[in-house]
């Protein structure tokens, strides 16, 4: 324990990441982006929209008097590239006998579909769009896990920080009350004539030169708790500065490292990290941009039906009470450049991604392997560090009982003081260190991506 003396019930980085995953503007923002999404999709599911059309038409001034209303519902189909129409049409007065408008006298109801054999058959635009629209929903959570793992290493890196900026102003200001504390003995020392003034006066300049310390380590505390308030927030969702008094009482307990689970780690942050699940579901994407430019470089070959039924009597003798018609439509581009461009394109769009994927592998190892190496450096000087402390806290006590028995001077004792000081606060940023490489390592592994950050809903 650093320091005994602050409350054990002090802010936790729990409460921080809580706060980070249900306040952070940033958290928010990322989480938007699945509104975003949802609007796509629903904007790609309005070309399967059912359409109504109604027209009319008359002739003011013809020899052909007639006058035609027309009413068609039309309902793309999801496959084969189709639609399905019905529709009621009605005409009056009296019509050419080319007039594919004509009906009988209370008009004619009328169904039909359309279907593509080749080109548009098993994919076309419209269904393009809306797979892409679906995996775009899908790219929207590894976006935000993303997201969530670089806000949660943040505030991690920052509560850590914190806790050391405050350790090391408590420790810069129990040196200042050393010095103040000594004063007062040397003072009463200097107006007996025990001591020479000249070592009041330097004990004087030491306790400035402690104050200017503690100011300057109040202000690095106190930065650091203005970075962290923007991480932790209030139930306004304002930023909170954390109070001094929320120190915890020291650093969590160390963990010992076990390097043979390195490698496990790598292979399961291949399948948590978000950015590789990101990159398959582009590759996805472009996937089906390669099949429809595949779909382009086919011909035409569409299939219609339809059947007409004719509802009343005259005044057309030539038009019978049901017709049907079925036809076959075929149509080739020949050069078909604009399908063999997009083609290429897209095949070096994907190739581009499998590098993309190789590298993002080989970063996330990367990644791994530094932050391990860093908790390994960190967990060593820990060790170091604190056998250094009462090393210098042993030097420092048998210096100040020599000053009492007269057997050395204050300049001595100063300068054991300084090295206990420097000691201590070597400790303090090991410790710091090891944790802020730990926040970088469960960031690389993405190991707590499911137990810390709470599940994306909207």
Known sequence: MLCPALSAEGLSLGTVIDSVTSKYPPYLMALIERDV???????????????????????????????????VFDQPLPFWGGNV???????????????????????ELRAGLKVNLLRDGRIDKRRADLW????????????????QLDMVRAATRSYYNWIAMGFRYQ????????AKDRDVGIAEQAKKGLIAPII???????????QIAVVQARRRFEAAGIELSLFHRDDQDEPKIPARHQLPSGFPKIINLDETKMGTAIVNAFSLRPEIRRIRLVQEKWGIDQRLARNNLLPNLDVSASVNQSIGDGPYKDLERTESQVGIEFRVPLQRNEAKGRLQTIEAELERLRNDEQFARDRIVAEIRDAFSGLKAAQEQIGQTSRNVELAKILEEAEATRLKQGATDLLAL?????????????????????????????????????????????
Not at 200 to 210: C, Q
Not at 441 to 451: D, I, N
């Open 132 to 147: 892409k629209a679906r995996l775009d929903q899908e790219i929207a959570d590894p976006f935000i896990q993303r997201q």
């Open 414 to 458: 100063q300068i054991r003081e300084q090295a206990a000081f420097d000691a201590r606060l070597l400790e303090v940023d090991a410790q710091a260190e090891y944790f802020r490489n730990q926040a970088e390592y469960e960031a690389a592994t993405a190991v707590k991506l499911q137990s810390i950050l709470k599940p994306i809903t909207r």
């Open 37 to 71: 999404a949802a609007g796509r999709l629903r904007q790609a599911k309005g070309s399967f929209d059912l359409n109504f059309l109604g027209s009319t038409y008359f002739n003011p001034e013809s020899y052909y008097d007639g006058n035609v209303a027309d009413f």
């Open 85 to 107: 129409f019905a529709g009621y049409r009605v005409s009056s007065g009296f019509l050419a006998d080319y007039d594919k408008n004509r009906t009988q006298t209370d008009g």
């Open 171 to 178: 420790i810069t200001e129990e040196l200042l009350r050393i």
């Open 200 to 210: 009041k006066i330097d004990n004087e300049r030491l306790v400035i030169s402690r």
